[in-house]
């Protein structure tokens, strides 16, 4: 549905976006993920037709974005980072410009106008001027904008970002529902957000794709390399030496002792599972366990490797596992 | 140019939804009345001249106000991203933003229309039309030659202030550097080639034409010309604002 080839974009000597390829289907939800400055704006704008490639070329259900231009734009539906709109209209004259904008006729510009105000919940303030809601309104209306005529394809900026925790849990839902026929590529900053909306996550840094994968994988694939906390009882350097000692631990750290009992983070080698042998080698040793768990992997910290490893550092083993080269079309 | 109705339609009404739109047009009535005040006096002339003469001058700073949020306003608050995804072109935008201000200009030289009414009804004898029709037919198109002008400079900033004053002090430059006493070398000297090339862009003798009722297709060839000049100039930075 949304095709990005190779695009690139300059502007003056700042190489903002390299080579970027990635597919969405149909059905789809992508997210958009990036530090400040990674690209992810300038594809955004790209694949709207705000902005021409300077390189390589960018696709809505075939049709090129610079080639054909408003047949492209057509089947987009855009929601701006900033849901801008002009203050001054009310809610519903906002959306039936935009309606007469994609050219639609007066019996669909209605029945559409009413839909989008029920689905993004705002039939309350359909006479309120957008200047007067609060930055959570003006986002749905940004996002009633955007669904107005029924796009094939929805590139939503930070849907979420000014939305309360009801309006969240809402606004994903809605964006699964829509999905369900669409393609969705969503950029945001709530990673916990991405994590439970999408299908599928890019992550950009310096301007190029630096993993293309499905949150689970990525997750997954850190899991493998998460550390162990235990807390058992006994002195620091006898719990830190019993679990040392078992076979595929690599390194301890003592986090603190308290009232007889120590506190420890292992770290072993990824693709093992340890648990069972920490438990066995401690309470062989004498020292009963309180608490043994791995410390669950999340997407923000993906993210955090990825970032790192993009300003020097090398790449975490998540970046590689079960992602997409760089790059690479999907 | 599919859209650009919609997008004149839109401009138009939204001139009435912010403050600045109602201040321009009561501005304008104002000192237009003020002016016909001074024409309502008995035994004078029943003509309008010098409403549509000082309208010319008003337009000046009147024009800019109207042309400044045509397109900075956008840039400020974003919605020109929204504007330029969805699927009309520049040219519709350039097209309807223009349309849009134009129709604005119209609405607000609509109510002195009633002065000429005044005229009919208590002048005897009648005050002659023909001079009205031009006059005001002159009036429109220079408010659109110079809502053009605004535009450009509207197209190269998010800044409506800057856009205003730099509309403003241009179109005052312009008419002073086209004034007669600028072009017959009474207030400086300069040489003849180029007072003949200011003689040829400068507005007031034209004007003059259509207060006196001469319909001159030069003249209107002239004001669509440049207005058209600019239009195309407000595209071409549209078009490389997106390239740059």
């Given at each position: 549905m949304i095709q990005v080839r190779s695009v690139s974009k300059s502007f003056g000597r700042v190489n903002a976006v390299s080579r970027v390829s990635f597919d969405v289907a149909r059905g789809e939800v992508v997210g958009l993920l990036g530090?400040?400055?990674?690209?992810?704006?300038?594809?955004?704008?790209?694949?709207?037709?705000?902005?021409?490639?300077?390189?390589?070329?960018?696709?809505?259900?075939?049709?090129?974005?610079?080639?054909?231009?408003?047949?492209?734009?057509?089947?987009?539906?855009?929601?701006?980072?900033?849901?801008?709109?002009?203050?001054?209209?009310?809610?519903?004259?906002?959306?039936?410009?935009?309606?007469?904008?994609?050219?639609?006729?007066?019996?669909?510009?209605?029945?559409?106008?009413?839909?989008?105000?029920?689905?993004?919940?705002?039939?309350?303030?359909?006479?309120?001027?957008?200047?007067?809601l609060s930055r959570g309104f003006r986002q749905r209306v940004g996002l009633a904008a955007a669904i107005l005529h029924d796009p094939p394809a929805l590139v939503l900026d930070e849907p979420t970002s000014a939305l309360d925790p009801r309006q969240i849990r809402e606004a994903r839902a809605l964006i699964r529902a829509l999905a369900a026929d669409k393609a969705v590529l969503v950029s945001s900053h709530i990673l916990p957000e991405v994590e439970q909306t999408c299908d599928r996550v890019i992550i950009m840094a310096g301007g190029t794709v630096r993993v293309d994968a499905k949150p689970r994988d990525l997750i997954g694939s850190l899991r493998e390399a998460s550390p162990y906390v235990v807390e058992a009882r006994g002195p620091a350097d006898r719990v830190s030496k019993a679990a040392a000692a078992v076979a595929g631990v690599e390194r301890t750290e003592v986090i603190g002792s308290a009232e007889g009992w120590t506190r420890i983070r292992l770290f072993g080698r990824s693709g093992q599972d340890l648990r069972a042998a920490i438990a066995a080698a401690l309470t062989s040793e004498g020292m009963p366990i309180r608490e043994l768990t791995r410390e669950a992997p999340s997407l923000e910290r993906v993210f955090l490797q990825l970032i790192e490893s993009a300003d020097g550092a090398p790449p975490p083993p998540a970046a590689a596992a079960g992602a997409r080269p760089t790059g690479a079309a999907a | 140019m599919r859209g650009a109705w919609t997008i004149a339609f839109r401009e138009f009404r939204s001139f009435f939804r912010v403050p600045v739109g109602w201040l321009t047009v009561a501005l304008?009535?104002?000192?237009?009345?003020?002016?016909?005040?001074?024409?309502?006096?008995?035994?004078?002339?029943?003509?309008?001249?010098?409403?549509?003469?000082?309208?010319?001058?008003?337009?000046?700073?009147?024009?800019?106000?109207?042309?400044?949020?045509?397109?900075?306003?956008?840039f400020r608050s974003g919605t020109y991203e929204a504007l330029m995804t969805s699927p009309v072109g520049d040219v519709s935008v350039t097209a309807g933003k223009?349309?849009?201000g134009v129709l604005f200009l119209k609405a607000?030289?609509?109510?002195?229309?009633?002065?000429?009414?005044?005229?009919?009804?208590?002048?005897?004898?009648?005050?002659?039309?023909?001079?009205?029709?031009?006059?005001?037919?002159?009036?429109?198109?220079?408010?659109?030659?110079?809502?053009?002008?605004?535009?450009?400079?509207?197209?190269?900033?998010?800044?409506q202030t800057l856009?205003?004053?730099?509309?403003?002090?241009?179109?005052?430059?312009?008419?002073?550097?086209?004034?007669?006493?600028?072009?017959?070398?009474?207030?400086?000297?300069?040489?003849?080639?180029?007072?003949?090339?200011l003689a040829a862009v400068a507005p007031g003798p034209r004007l003059d034409d259509f207060a006196k009722g001469l319909l001159d297709l030069a003249h209107i060839v002239f004001f669509l010309s440049a207005t058209a000049w600019f239009l195309m100039l407000t595209f071409v930075a549209l078009e490389m604002r997106r390239w740059r």
């Open positions: 530090a400040n400055g990674a690209g992810k704006t300038t594809t955004i704008r790209m694949i709207t037709g705000f902005l021409p490639p300077d390189t390589g070329s960018v696709a809505v259900e075939g049709f090129d974005t610079l080639r054909a231009g408003e047949s492209a734009r057509a089947r987009v539906g855009y929601l701006p980072e900033a849901a801008p709109a002009y203050a001054e209209m009310s809610v519903e004259g906002y959306l039936d410009y935009r309606a007469r904008l994609f050219s639609m006729k007066r019996g669909d510009r209605r029945g559409a106008v009413e839909r989008s105000l029920t689905r993004c919940d705002l039939a309350a303030v359909r006479r309120r001027r957008v200047g007067q | 304008y009535l104002f000192l237009t009345g003020v002016v016909f005040a001074n024409v309502l006096v008995p035994g004078g002339t029943a003509t309008m001249r010098d409403v549509l003469g000082w309208s010319q001058f008003f337009l000046m700073a009147l024009a800019p106000a109207v042309s400044m949020r045509l397109l900075s306003e956008e223009f349309l849009g607000m030289f609509a109510p002195t229309l009633l002065y000429p009414l005044i005229l009919l009804a208590v002048s005897d004898p009648r005050p002659d039309l023909g001079p009205m029709v031009c006059g005001y037919l002159g009036l429109v198109l220079l408010g659109a030659f110079y809502l053009a002008f605004g535009m450009l400079l509207s197209s190269l900033t998010s800044n856009a205003f004053v730099s509309t403003f002090l241009l179109l005052v430059l312009y008419r002073v550097a086209t004034s007669e006493r600028v072009i017959g070398g009474g207030l400086v000297p300069i040489p003849p080639g180029l007072a003949r090339a």
